[in-house]
């Protein structure tokens, strides 16, 4: 590449970052700001660094960058804010992360979410849902945050209060209600609210579809797999691995079958289960 400008290096930064390659995105970041003369193209990659300081914990880059951004009065945005409060959360002692959110001039719904999510996180739940309380208008993602976080520890009751209570609950909070169910094994209740959702993707059914096969209830969770409208990848290797549990070799074989291309877990499944059924010539025929 002849010449770097903002536009590249935001692009080559986000991308490491984006991949789990904190470092190379870090280095990076370095690099590029020994090389930019205009500081206020670099929001973006700013953003992209928090997040991979976040991400290992590289807390004197993270303050370091913090501190220049401070002082060259770089305009925060609600992204901005949101990713600066998640680097705190996770690096530092919670009441650091809470000193600069109470320090922000205007408190973005973002940086409102970041300092919650931070809360329950470090499993002070509670101190996240009197900051729910106080924030001026909670966003769908405010409530997923708590309710998903009361699921995580087990208190049901106290996420299906908050959910009973949410405006429009959405897609994805009625399947992180419903896969809580499953993981503090309440099957039950996890059916009933599945039924009442107003509308369904492949993802909650295949959290549901999941959740039977794991309680052993092999027959409802194929009743659901039939009722999805679009069966992806995962939902076929649930069921596929969930036949092979159960010994049920001609169902196995025949979903694999029709999965367009198998992935490995689709293969692992269907091998595992000859190895079962002490099948080698059919094992090693796959």
Not at 205 to 213: K, Q, R, S
Not at 252 to 263: C, G, M, N, Q
Not at 275 to 282: I, K, P, S
Request: contains cysteine; negative net charge.
């Amino acid at each position: 590449m002849a010449e770097r400008n903002s536009v590249t290096w935001a692009v080559m930064i986000s991308g490491f970052v984006n991949d789990g390659q904190y470092e190379r995105g870090l280095t990076l970041f370095v690099d590029m700001m020994a090389c930019i003369k205009d500081f206020r193209a670099i929001k973006r990659m700013v953003i992209s660094a928090f997040n991979a300081c976040a991400g290992i914990k590289f807390v004197n880059l993270g303050m370091a960058i913090h501190g220049f951004i401070l002082k060259i009065g770089l305009d925060f945005d609600e992204i901005l804010q949101s990713s600066i409060i998640t680097f705190y959360a996770k690096c530092m002692p919670i009441e650091e992360a809470r000193v600069e959110f109470e320090k922000m001039q205007v408190q973005s719904i973002g940086s409102w979410n970041a300092i919650i999510s931070g809360y329950v996180n470090n499993n002070r739940i509670e101190e996240a849902w009197e900051l729910f309380n106080d924030m001026p208008e909670p966003d769908s993602i405010s409530w997923d945050i708590l309710i998903n976080g009361y699921a995580k520890k087990g208190l049901m009751e106290k996420a299906i209060f908050l959910f009973e209570r949410m405006p429009e609950p959405t897609v994805i909070t009625w399947t992180s209600l419903i896969s809580g169910m499953i993981e503090n094994k309440c099957i039950d209740d996890a059916k009933r609210f599945f039924e009442r959702m107003p509308e369904r993707d492949t993802v909650s059914f295949t959290v549901m579809i999941n959740g039977l096969v794991r309680e052993g209830k092999i027959e409802e969770a194929e009743d659901f797999f039939k009722r999805m409208p679009e069966k992806n990848a995962i939902a076929y290797n649930v069921m596929i691995d969930g036949f092979a549990r159960h010994g049920r070799l001609v169902e196995a074989r025949k979903l694999f079958e029709e999965v367009k291309e198998p992935d490995i877990l689709s293969w692992a499944s269907m091998i595992a289960m000859q190895v079962w059924q002490n099948n080698l010539g059919t094992t090693l025929a796959l």
